[in-house]
């Protein structure tokens, strides 16, 4: 079974540069969060949606961070413009919605803005 | 609220050592709990979960029981490899479909 597919694995870009992470969840998972993961701040919750609707986006750092999901395979986050400080690995996990969930993550997308 | 206290890292153990790494959770309800890992490089991999009080946990030799009066689920391992380094997060989920993590703990095992 193919699990949460993440892309780019990893980007290397300059300071400015828009960035463009996307992101295909496990089929027939209603909900998909975005996490970014750094040294100094541990494992931070992004943005979460529920049947493709954002539920919970208090956790975007500020407004050149954007995520949509168009549709339920399919979801992006946009750094634009990108900083140096925004260079972290960057997680799209998947849940189903039942009684009791289990969230499945992606390898995630290494990002380094220089 | 809801939210997860585990342990500070990094943890450093030699071969076959026991390990355990504490957890404890604040939460409204009944939550379920969970143990993953992150293996260096990789994203975080469920290893084990529990969902009612009482209930043990069990993966790869990992256990953890949940313990509602000591609003408590520690993970254990009898004799740790060198393969288990790696970091492991405690986590609950509770209504709504929310996921809460700890920071992470860091494991090392040394031959």
């Known amino acids: 079974d193919a699990g949460v597919i993440q892309s780019p694995r990893h980007e290397v870009t300059e300071m400015g540069q828009e960035v463009t992470l996307r992101c295909k969840p496990i089929?027939?998972?209603?909900?998909l969060f975005w996490y970014r993961q750094t040294m100094m701040r541990g494992l931070e919750l992004l943005i979460y949606?529920?049947?493709?609707?954002?539920?919970?986006d208090s956790g975007m750092p500020e407004d050149r961070f954007s995520a949509k999901m168009p549709n339920a395979s399919f979801s992006t986050l946009k750094i634009q413009p990108s900083e140096p400080r925004d260079s972290a690995v960057y997680f799209c996990?998947?849940?189903?919605?039942?009684?009791?969930?289990?969230?499945?993550f992606g390898e995630g997308s290494w990002l380094t803005v220089v | 609220g809801n939210s997860v206290t585990q342990m500070e890292g990094p943890v450093t153990l030699s071969e076959e050592a026991f390990l355990t790494i504490n957890c404890t959770y604040t939460?409204?309800?009944?939550?379920?709990l969970f143990w993953y890992v992150q293996y260096p490089g990789e994203g975080l991999q469920l290893l084990l979960k529990?969902?009612?009080?009482?209930d043990k946990g069990s993966n790869k030799g990992f256990e953890a029981t949940y313990r509602k009066e000591t609003t408590s689920f520690h993970l254990e391992k009898g004799s740790v490899q060198v393969s288990d380094s790696a970091v492991y997060f405690c986590?609950?989920?509770?209504?709504?479909?929310?996921?809460?993590f700890g920071t992470g703990t860091s494991l090392t095992v040394i031959p």
């Open positions: 996990a998947s849940s189903p919605d039942r009684v009791v969930n289990t969230i499945y």
């Open positions: 949606f529920n049947n493709n609707v954002p539920i919970d």
């Open positions: 986590a609950l989920s509770n209504t709504g479909n929310q996921f809460y």
């Open positions: 529990a969902t009612k009080a009482d």
């Open positions: 089929s027939g998972h209603n909900s």
């Open positions: 939460a409204t309800g009944y939550p379920s």
